[in-house]
């Protein structure tokens, strides 16, 4: 409360002031309304003019400490009763610092178009929104506790001049009042507390009052947020909001009790915050609500085609002082936030935080414009601290424009469209893909290239030299043993007729099919001779030689025999022998066969290993 | 193989475990090794012993490698398969791969210190003498020899007795017998229980039930005879490996549940061959017979029916490779044999070994068609069993109601709160096994964390939970523990709660520190929350914690878990403050009261009483009194 001391011992100062200028103030009525955690304090100032000379400004005055904590300022023109707002047009509203006035007050000054004549009168509608206003008091309170809040304002109009006539309402929430200042003409009327009227205060003049009342509404105050808007012209407009989120009412000390909370939610715990929601725009996609350890799953979704209306709850109740963290993300199609407009394209979005009961400390907003965006320029209503910085996405090579807005304290009336302009052409959309595509294909060159080259440094060293010779031997090898399948299945296609043979007794096709397969085995062993030629000149074969030689004339003995046996069961057919004798005949021949056939395989099989 | 479900169990939502890396690392040295006898080269003998390194960078499982490879070499070398290649093979994984091993810092000497590593050393020994015996056997004559073998042998075995003697003198030094206790308590499955109840007290230490074996490996598990068979047939040096490693694997397997992880590629190789083999089989017969009206005919184009059988077992491979997807990234080294058996099937496996395996056209189709059948439905067991089983995280829980899924996100709820709304170097004591999630999820210090290397920490925990309030506050306190987060379940009815885990507590609190006793805790060996429960155990902190205001949400405080009223009802917290709880009372965490509110209770006493000293210990008895 020291501060209200101050106050009133400057205000003794600052009725030596100098009167400013010939304006006064010839009626004041304020409404503050403190229903909310930002107040917002409503005042119809009319303003005439008493001295001979044109006046273009008038000085708002606002005490140091509330205009740190001021969010939102505006002045529109309020030309008589009845009119629609959208009649009225704001005034410019800049920060003066007058000469002579006491250091401790801001100024704000209106400027004035057409500026005010001699004897002419104007009506001024000042909304003033403040964030932080309200002091928790006590600032420690325990679960079962209310909430208690005090507001500190002047019941008289703090104004460079002098006021004629004024009032004052305060409008409270619906609940206890546990005190008030009572001065003069104070009234209290339902959860409305009125001041007034005074009637013809100096300029500065100022009485100090305190409101001390519940207010159980969440303080939720989001000590930053940083909304990122990031363009795609494939269609979409992501935005992802990180919120640092803070109780920021009374302190809560001692025990959280669950099964209080839970039995009586709205006696135990009246001021903790339970759910927000988010009123996001019609048309949003993709909609998702996490912190850093993952999905937050108690969050519900109603859309219709006018909004879309998101209602989260943090993973926990907020009490006083509690702190949270959540990413919020959508998706909003392109086309309705996105235009064009004289060569130019420019984005429409709306600049605060699509949950209405939160006051911003610090809101970042970041506009990631694509890769190629140029000619950027940023209009937004109410002035904001501007930068530019770049961002690196996948497949970016320059990165992309981000546009960084930053804005303190920022409250409900900061949900106001900005534009950000730019420039981009419609083909560099095509880029990335383009750069996928061409890395792609020439990964794919590479690899044909490589693999049709011949990569060896030396054609004529040993090494190279040898792994030709080696593979010469190893074709070489494949064909012998292709042959030797073949002779295989000759000597199979022997065994089958003598099977047939036993069968029907046919000898004649017996004996020509023999007459075939000698002529064929006479025709591979032919094709076989060069082969063996050439691996005989190798000197890689060296090894296998003796091999391949020992497998010919293994081959060779075996075919013989089979040719033997052949014979035989042929003949024996002829003599008509019984089939005993015939199994007699041949038995050893058989047996050799059997043996010498193991062998064949054997080596064979040691030649697949090569 | 990557749908096995107990190998899915080690990785949720796609991020490996470290074991699922070890499995990897495990196969691949093993795949290594068997090349390396396969082929003899020195390349992959230095190629496995990186791979065994890695795996022992990832897991100390491996010590289930460097066992089940020198047994697999002493086996070898016991049925007269020595051959040089078998050398290569084993003698520079032992050499590099203890080298490499004794680098990691966790291993460090323990790579040549412990028992594990013994039996590798001992078949290393064992296996330079049997190539010296080989080598001499080479270049003497077989006379000669005979002298220098009695000769060697009887030097031998006196060198090697007194290695031995030395080393078990060592060895039985030390308490253990130089064997760390979890290798104990695989070998002897009772062993963990009696003495390290740590390790015991993990769910997956136990053994495991038969429904788990079913459920994760299912028809594998029929398979896997089969394919222990068919390894038979032809035992060579890698399928005898395969079989060793089944067998040891399904041993290990059988201790405890968490080494399901080792059985499941075991029984994918195996499988994998079985129905190869059956594949192989049934195809021949198909391919022998589709033509077999005409067998002349087939006879004349011989060879190109021949190529054909490659191409339908190709055919074959590949919708096996399909059907059996899971199958081993180890299939490397069977489809080696495979194709070997492939190339002489043409050519060599002739007649005789053919016309024996013939099975009826209609068998074998009908057959095939099981085969693919059973192979299709193992992949939709895996995929339900990955989704049902193992894909809920065990963090989120839900349950299905008449009126659709509820989640129970408590445990990120409190985890949440402690890592917006306390300090950054708070510090929260916690029963081990949420340590790693609060690291990472609340990202506060933790006093025992899920690494269990430091069994008195735990113990400490252990003992402060299972102790009165007070000394559980100055244990606490003096671990510079903030808050005390509690795992309750009894509201919802969620049965893996720190209560149920409470006499784990009392066992490894009470093995440090023996004031601790498990008796106290039970009444007539049950254990027991309700009015019958000991005093002990009605006073400690665990069960104050848990219960604190439990009865008031009821009336009756009926505990959902242990289906129960539970013993009592109504008390106060003296030392610890609820700071919060979540929405179903899953987690609860409470703060420890600053001491300053003691020294005003003491100041309070000391003016009536004199010293401080004996009013403090007068506090404690007094303020514990009430509560008995």
Redesign the interface.
């Known amino acids: 409360m020291g501060f209200r001391f101050d106050l009133l011992m400057f205000m003794i100062v600052l009725l030596s002031v100098p009167v400013l200028s010939n304006l006064i103030l010839s009626n004041v009525d304020r409404r503050i309304d403190l229903t909310t955690q930002a107040v917002r304090i409503t005042s119809t100032l009319k303003v005439e003019n008493t001295g001979s000379d044109l006046v273009s400004e008038v000085l708002l005055a606002f005490p140091d400490d509330q205009a740190k904590h001021l969010a939102y300022l505006t002045a529109t023109n309020n030309e008589g009763k009845g009119k629609a707002k959208s009649s009225s047009v704001s005034f410019p509203v800049d920060v003066v610092r007058p000469k002579g006035m006491h250091p401790s007050l801001t100024f704000y000054s209106v400027s004035l178009p057409k500026g005010l004549g001699k004897g002419a009168s104007l009506t001024l509608d000042v909304l003033a929104v403040f964030a932080h206003a309200l002091q928790p008091f006590p600032e420690r309170i325990t679960q079962p506790d209310i909430q208690l809040v005090v507001f500190n304002e002047t019941a008289h109009y703090l104004s460079p001049y002098a006021v004629k006539v004024q009032s004052l309402t305060v409008k409270l929430p619906d609940a206890r009042i546990e005190s008030f200042s009572k001065i003069e003409n104070t009234k209290i009327h339902g959860s409305e507390v009125k001041y007034g009227p005074y009637e013809n205060l100096p300029p500065f003049s100022y009485s100090s009052i305190v409101v001390h009342f519940e207010a159980n509404q969440p303080f939720a105050i989001a000590q930053q947020l940083i909304r990122e808007i990031e363009i795609s012209h494939w269609g979409n407009v992501q935005v992802t909001e990180h919120y640092n989120l803070v109780h920021g009412g009374a302190q809560s000390k001692?025990?959280?009790?669950?099964?209080d909370y839970q039995?009586r939610p709205h006696v135990r715990g009246a001021s903790a915050i339970r759910h927000l929601v988010a009123k996001l725009p019609p048309r949003a996609h993709s909609i998702y609500y996490r912190?850093e350890?993952?999905n937050?799953?108690?969050s519900k979704l109603w859309g219709d085609p006018k909004k879309t209306e998101l209602v989260i709850e943090p993973?926990?109740p907020m009490f006083g002082?509690?702190?949270?963290?959540f990413t919020i993300g959508y998706g909003l199609p392109l086309q309705d936030f996105l235009f064009h407009s004289e060569g130019k394209r420019y984005l429409n979005i709306s600049f605060g935080s699509p949950i209405n009961e939160v006051v911003i400390d610090t809101l970042i907003v970041k506009v990631v414009l694509p890769e190629g965006s140029a000619d950027i320029s940023v209009s937004a209503p109410f002035p904001v601290k501007q930068g530019q910085e770049t961002k690196f996405s996948h497949l970016d090579v320059v990165g992309r424009p981000v546009i960084v807005l930053e804005k303190t304290n920022v409250v409900l009336e900061h949900n106001q469209h900005f534009q950000v302009y730019y420039k981009f052409s419609s083909l560099s959309m095509f880029g990335e893909p383009l750069m996928l595509i061409s890395g792609f294909f020439f990964l794919f060159v590479a690899c044909i290239i490589y693999m049709h080259a011949d990569l060896s440094i030396s054609k004529s060293s040993p090494s190279y030299l040898a792994k030709l010779q080696w593979d010469e031997v190893q074709a070489g090898v494949q064909q012998v043993r292709n042959i030797f399948?073949?002779c295989?299945?000759l000597h199979?296609?022997l065994e089958?007729s003598l099977r047939?043979l036993s069968r029907t007794g046919d000898v004649q096709a017996c004996k020509a099919s023999r007459k075939a397969v000698d002529g064929l085995l006479k025709d591979i062993s032919k094709d076989l001779k060069p082969l063996l030629l050439s691996l005989q000149s190798s000197p890689q074969a060296a090894q296998i030689l003796p091999k391949v030689e020992e497998l010919v004339a293994k081959e060779r003995d075996l075919q013989e025999k089979l040719m033997v046996k052949h014979s035989t069961v042929v003949d024996s057919y002829e003599k008509k022998l019984s089939g005993r004798e015939i199994e007699n005949r041949v038995a050893l021949q058989q047996q050799k066969i059997t043996a010498l056939r193991q062998e064949v395989?054997d080596l064979?099989?040691f030649i697949?290993e090569i | 193989m990557q749908r096995v479900p107990s190998y899915i169990s080690r990785s949720v939502a796609g991020s490996y475990d470290n074991e699922a890396v070890a499995i990897f690392a495990l196969i691949f040295t093993f795949y290594l090794y068997i090349k390396t006898l396969n082929t003899g080269s020195l390349f992959y003998a230095t190629l496995n012993a990186i791979a065994y390194f890695y795996m022992v960078c990832s897991w100390g499982g491996y010590t289930f490698i460097i066992n089940l490879i020198p047994m697999h070499v002493l086996l070898c070398i016991v049925t007269g398969r020595y051959s040089s290649r078998l050398y290569i093979a084993y003698a520079p994984l032992v050499v590099l791969g203890t080298l490499l091993a004794s680098l990691v810092p966790v291993v460090g000497f323990n790579a040549v210190m412990t028992s594990e590593h013994f039996a590798s050393f001992l078949v290393f020994i064992i296996i330079h003498v049997v190539a010296l015996v080989y080598y001499i056997k080479g270049i003497l004559s077989p006379k000669m020899f005979k002298v220098a073998v009695t000769f060697v042998v009887s030097i031998g075995v006196v060198v090697c007795g007194a290695v031995l003697a030395v080393l078990i003198a060592l060895v039985a030094s030390s308490p253990t017998k130089g064997w760390s206790g979890r290798s104990l308590s695989l070998l002897d499955p009772t062993y963990a229980s009696k003495y390290i109840p740590i390790i015991a007290s993990v769910s997956e230490h136990q053994p495991p039930t038969w429904p788990s074996y079913f459920m994760d490996i299912n028809v594998l598990a029929f398979l896997v005879p089969a394919g222990i068979i068919a390894c038979f047939s032809p035992l060579s040096d890698a399928s005898s490996f395969v079989i060793l490693y089944i067998v040891t694997s399904v041993y290990f397997s059988g201790v405890m549940v968490r080494l399901m992880l080792v059985l499941a590629p075991a029984a994918c190789i195996m499988s994998g061959i079985a129905l190869s083999a059956a594949f192989d089989v049934f195809t021949r017969s198909i391919k022998f017979q589709l033509p077999g009206a005409t067998e002349n005919s087939e006879r004349d184009a011989g060879e190109t029916s021949s190529n054909s059988v490659v191409a339908q077992n190709d055919v074959a491979k590949t919708e096996k490779n399909e059907d059996a997807v899971k199958e081993r990234p180890s299939k490397k080294n069977r489809k080696k044999e495979k194709e070997k058996e492939n190339v002489e099937k043409p050519s060599v496996k002739s007649q005789i070994k053919k016309k024996l395996l013939i099975l009826p056209l209609e068998a074998s189709i009908i057959a095939i068609f099981l085969l693919v059948l059973l192979g299709a439905f193992y992949v939709v067991h895996c995929v339900w069993a990955a989704a049902e089983a193992y894909s809920a995280p065990s963090i989120v829980l839900t349950s299905h109601s008449h009126d659709g899924l509820h989640v129970f996100d408590d445990f990120r709820e409190a985890y949440a709160w402690l890592s917006h709304n306390t300090e950054v170097d708070d510090k929260v004591a916690s029963w081990w096994d949420y340590g790693y999630q609060t690291t990472a999820m609340a990202n506060r210090t933790v006093i025992v964390d899920n690494n269990t290397w430091n069994n008195t920490h735990i113990a400490t925990v252990g003992t402060a939970m299972s102790s009165p309030e007070k000394a559980a506050w100055e244990i606490f306190n003096s671990l510079d523990v903030k808050y005390v987060l509690v795992v309750f379940g009894g509201l919802v009815g969620y049965p893996s709660d720190d209560i149920n885990k409470f006499l784990w507590m009392v066992r490894i609190g009470g093995g440090v520190f023996p004031h601790i006793k498990e008796p106290d805790y039970l009444r007539d060996g049950q254990y027991r929350i309700d009015s019958q429960a000991t005093p002990t155990m009605l006073n400690c902190l665990m069960y104050k914690l848990s219960y604190y205001r439990f009865v008031e949400t009821d009336g009756k405080a009926f505990d959902r878990v242990r289906r129960t009223e539970i013993g009592k009802k109504y008390f106060k917290l003296t030392h610890f403050e609820e700071v919060f709880t979540t929405h179903h009372w899953m987690v609860r965490i409470y703060k420890l009261k600053p001491p300053k509110n003691r020294i005003r209770g003491r100041a309070k006493k000391s003016k009536s009483k004199a010293s401080s000293t004996t009013g403090t210990k007068r506090i404690g008895t007094k303020k514990k009194n009430p509560w008995h």
């Open positions: 001692g025990e959280f009790s669950r099964l039995a912190d350890i993952g937050i799953s108690t993973r926990y002082g509690w702190r949270t963290a399948d073949r295989l299945t199979d296609k089958a047939d395989d064979l099989d697949d």
